[in-house]
């Protein structure tokens, strides 16, 4: 996103609608600018409408900036997935894909969310920290798809110091390695300069309980008490074991 | 795309929010499907929900109704917002019984949702659990504005825009629904409550910036 200096009359207006703060006030030209290294062209400042003079305009972007575009505007689907947004249909279609079947874990780690955004090299220390356990990441994720190496989670080299909203690691584990993916999660927490948040989405077992669930408390994590519940109406329903 | 997932919050705030969504499996069942997310309208427009939003076309609140109804596609992922449980139990009996064949998300206290599924003689599937945010925390806001950031999962509410808001009602220049539901525009999925926003702005409002820690 560029502001077009000749218009702009400094009002500020659109700097509280920036959710990476980088629309900075110059103070000698009385206006605003934009600073485009932290910028992850989300479109916010646009969307919102809240310029009167029409300064914020969206620049023609080349290769890398559209990259950081489809990470952080949910309204550009990513060539990878049919759905608008970052992600993938994960837990929400279960029912029907048999995606994360009995005795698996599908997890994903968000890097940036909430609110704070994340560069590639922090996406890549978590992605090659969990790959050390053996994981097998989500191939329709856009992430896996910027991966030069899927067994070790190497993201490219020139996507490194890019920087989006937010990019969400995800992958599937057998059961008995969900602790020391945890435990690698944990870790490597230490070792990045941006929040993330970690969930796991799990097929019930008969019981109606979530054994990934259980995994987690007993490593000290306290899942909030809200969460998301596919019920199980999507048709055809998919049939382990078949 | 855990868009609806983790919602931070109290359980007396949270008791009052809870998403209800539809979707259809891109490489399976999706063809077709379009006139079935108007369906899915249909069902939980009845129920007077406080937010609704199709992640094709927007949310209610930046959208006539009818251009969200009219507006669903074969890859629609179609929400809306209720705050209540009684009524959840009412739009998953609904849903049981149309049998759209979309898969039906609920977003919401993972308990009450259960006992809410019960209630609709339905069998829970699969479940999702936020283990909340690790990493350099101390980028973090307060926690009243990460209650109502973490309500759009995209991340499209800056937070300082929320601080903003709660001034505002505290100089008496807005009201907290007006306010609520600017910041409810601002999620284009329609997955913010508006009604718990309002609430958690009115306790902002109440302090002085500093004392919101
Ligand atoms: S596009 Fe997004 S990050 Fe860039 S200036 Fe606008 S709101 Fe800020
Ligand atoms: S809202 Fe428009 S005129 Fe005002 S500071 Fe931003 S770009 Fe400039």
Known sequence: ?242 | MTHTLHRRGTYENLKNDYVIFAIAAQTVNAKGTAPLFQDFYNIVNKYDPVNIGDMVTGNMYSLSKSVIENGTKDNSIFHAVFTDVETVVKVLKDLKEANLGLSIVVSGILKHVDKCCSEAGIQRHTVENSLGILGNTKKLPTEKVLQINTMCGHGMIAFNLIEYMAEMIKMGKKTAKEAAEELASQCHCGIVNPVRVAAILEEMAKLSVTERD
Do not use: W
Request: proline share 4%; with cysteine.
């Open chain 1, 1 to 242: 996103m560029i502001i077009e200096k000749e218009i702009c009359i400094g009002c500020k207006r659109c700097q509280l609608y920036c959710p990476m703060e980088c629309i900075n006030y110059n103070e000698n030209q009385r206006k605003c600018e934009i600073d485009l290294d932290e910028c992850v062209e989300c479109g916010i400042c646009l969307r919102s409408n809240v310029c009167t003079t029409d300064a914020l305009k969206q620049q023609e972007l080349d290769e890398m900036r559209k990259l950081r575009q489809t990470f952080s505007n949910p309204l550009i689907p990513h060539k990878t997935t049919s759905v608008p947004g970052r992600g993938t249909e994960e837990m929400k279609t279960n029912d029907v894909t048999g995606r994360f079947r009995r005795g698996h874990v599908g997890v994903a780690i968000e890097l940036g969310r909430p609110g704070t955004g994340t560069r590639f090299i922090d996406v890549e220390k978590v992605a090659m920290a969990v790959a050390l356990i053996g994981v097998t990441f989500e191939m329709f994720n856009p992430v896996t798809d910027l991966m030069v190496n899927k067994a070790t989670g190497k993201i490219k080299d020139d996507v490194l110091n890019e920087k989006v909203l937010s990019a969400i690691v995800e992958f599937d584990v057998d059961i008995d390695k969900l602790e020391k993916v945890l435990l690698a999660t944990k870790q490597v927490a230490n070792n990045v300069d941006t929040v993330f948040s970690v969930d796991l989405a799990c097929r019930l077992d008969q019981d109606n309980t979530s054994p990934a669930e259980s995994i987690a408390k007993k490593l000290g994590f306290e899942p909030y008490i809200t969460g998301k519940t596919n019920v199980g109406l999507g048709r055809p329903l998919f049939k382990e074991g078949e």
